[in-house]
């Protein structure tokens, strides 16, 4: 499918964004107020996505990781959500690690808290939403690492924390979505959790960045070009060439990973490179699913509040992560 344009009812709210953006401040604004002005837009998460109904049992945990340097933190919270009511507390459950966006250096577990309420109420599964170390304070590998570390916490506490071994899967959006991809890499090279599914949501993939996407939405689409530009810019301060578990699309091997979902967005700058790394996961023999949620801009498919189109793309990931049938849609 070639270029598209965003949906209409979408075109003033990118006219907001880029008004927003010609009066952000200079670049003496300091990353922590960035990420400040970020957690407060209107169209964050908390503001656009539907919860769904019915209770849920949350609580947050600290698990051990690494840490990047001396005195760097040596733990990560990792916030779980699991459906109350009808399931007995100690019934094994689909479980989904979930990796927020952000460009690897904003979002938090707070800021995609309606996304893991929704699919924990939704599929229904359990929702861990990993809370890894940001860049630029801690570059690459800190968040690939410490979303590992989370992962085999959870794996290793299958039992304890009521875990369907044969219903786990990784996920995230964006950057986060990029993260979960090299999860899934890792787990195949380490012998780490055997996983039913890796559901990346308009991933950020691709450091060298050679999608066309990226060139036809450069500006006034949202997500910039030079959004991503800075993203991998932070991410990637002192790593030495593109490492695979840092930009996945650019890995050498990607046979015997999971089944993947992958999901884009028609005007993202993004777009070209999800879809790019699903051809090549189909080629090397793993089982894809992909849909492109056409018209929308990078993240817009969120606001499934107002936008039906946004709605059925979020239906389709619930089913991903229910088992549902893998379907081709785009």
């Known amino acids: 499918m070639g270029d598209e344009r965003p949906l209409p009812v979408l075109r003033g709210a990118l006219a907001v964004?880029?008004?927003?953006?010609?009066?952000?401040?200079s670049s003496a604004t300091t990353v922590a107020e960035e990420r400040l002005a970020d957690e407060r837009s209107p169209l964050s998460m908390r503001n656009v996505t539907r919860q769904g109904r019915?209770?849920?049992l949350e609580e947050d945990h600290r698990v051990p990781v690494e840490p990047a340097a001396p005195g760097g933190e040596a733990t990560v919270r990792v916030r779980r959500y699991r459906p109350a009511g009808p399931v007995h507390p100690d019934e094994p459950l689909a479980t989904h690690v979930l990796v927020h966006g952000g460009a690897y250096w904003a979002g938090s577990v707070g800021a995609y808290d309606p996304l893991c309420r929704w699919y924990a109420r939704q599929v229904p599964c359990q929702v861990f939403s990993v809370g890894y170390r940001r860049a630029p304070e801690h570059p690459y590998p800190a968040a690939a690492e410490d979303s590992y570390a989370a992962l085999t916490?959870?794996?290793?506490?299958?039992?304890?924390?009521g875990v369907d071994r044969t219903r786990l899967s990784v996920g995230g959006v964006s950057a986060g979505g990029g993260i979960a991809a090299a999860l899934a890499l890792m787990?195949?090279?380490r012998g780490g959790p055997a996983l039913r599914l890796q559901l990346l949501e308009i991933p950020m993939l691709d450091p060298t960045m050679t999608g066309r996407s990226l060139e036809t939405y450069a500006y006034g689409y949202g997500l910039s070009r030079a959004d991503v530009a800075v993203g991998w810019e932070r991410y990637l301060a002192g790593a030495v060439g593109v490492p695979a578990y840092a930009g996945p699309y650019g890995a050498g091997d990607l046979t015997g990973l999971p089944p993947a979902a992958v999901l884009t967005a028609g005007c993202d700058p993004l777009r070209d490179e999800g879809e790019a790394y699903a051809a090549r996961l189909r080629t090397a023999g793993v089982e894809v699913a992909t849909y492109r949620a056409s018209g929308h801009v990078h993240s817009s498919h969120y606001l499934t509040r107002f936008l039906p189109s946004a709605r059925a793309a979020v239906a389709w990931t619930t089913d991903a992560l229910r088992g549902g049938p893998a379907r081709v849609v785009g």
């Open 17 to 25: 964004v880029a008004l927003a953006e010609r009066r952000r401040p």
């Open 187 to 189: 787990a195949r090279d």
């Open 153 to 161: 916490w959870v794996a290793d506490r299958a039992d304890a924390l």
């Open 54 to 56: 019915g209770a849920l």
